[in-house]
Every structure is written in C-alpha cells, then in structure tokens.
C-alpha cells in the first residue's frame, strides 16, 4: 500500500487546514487508518485514528475537541479536519494504515508539514 499525504501549509493560530491521505495499491487489505506527528526535535506521536468502517474513532488528549478525522472508503482517503490551531500543532503530519494481518500501523506515506505561527 501506498500512502500520498497532502494539504499541509501555513496557517496563523487559530486557523484550520484539512489534511488528506489517498492510498493506492493493494488497499482492500487497509484497516485503521492514523495520523501521527513529529514536531522539530521531537519523537514522533499519535494523532488519530479511524476503524474501516469509520464507526470508531480516537484522539490524542492534545487534539481531542479540535481536530476530527474520517475516511472515505470509496476513494481510499483518510482526512484530518484541524480547527483551532495551535503554534504546538507545528509538526510534519504522517498518514499511517494498519493492514488486516498486521498489529499496528505498518505502512506510512511521506508526510506533509503544517506550520502554524503564533
């Protein structure tokens, strides 16, 4: 599977942008879909994720009640809504699935950078 992330930017604090992640490849084997981040000089942290059928959902506690995420199978994308940004959002978002057979994320597209100035 691969994973091509888009819609990072620079936005001002407060502000919202929408990521999106489109998969190709084999993605009738794709199960959860993620986010997950890595600020500068930081290790890389969960976001979000999503189940298949979208039904279920879970959030960092640093996100939760700001940033919303869903899926549309049909066009094997993943999305991230971001609202009420904070210059701590900063970071390189990646998109991550969970295949099927496997017991954690193990696919990863390239990343896309959101930068939010304070």
């Known amino acids: 599977v691969q994973l091509q992330a888009s819609g990072g930017g620079l936005v001002r604090a407060g502000g919202s942008l929408r990521l999106s992640c489109a998969a190709s490849?084999?993605?009738?084997?794709?199960?959860?879909m993620g986010w997950f981040r890595q600020a500068p000089g930081k290790e890389r942290e969960f976001v979000a994720a999503?189940?298949?059928?979208?039904?279920?959902?879970r959030y960092s506690d640093s996100v939760k009640g700001r940033f919303t995420i869903f899926r549309d199978n049909a066009k094997n994308t993943v999305y991230l809504e971001m609202n009420s940004l904070k210059f701590e959002d900063t970071a390189v978002y990646y998109c991550?699935?969970?295949?099927?057979?496997?017991?954690?994320?193990?696919?990863w597209g390239q990343g896309t950078l959101v930068t939010v100035s304070s």
């Open positions: 991550a699935v969970r295949l099927w057979y496997e017991s954690g994320f193990g696919s």
């Open positions: 490849g084999r993605t009738f084997n794709i199960g959860d």
């Open positions: 999503i189940t298949w059928s979208g039904g279920s959902t």
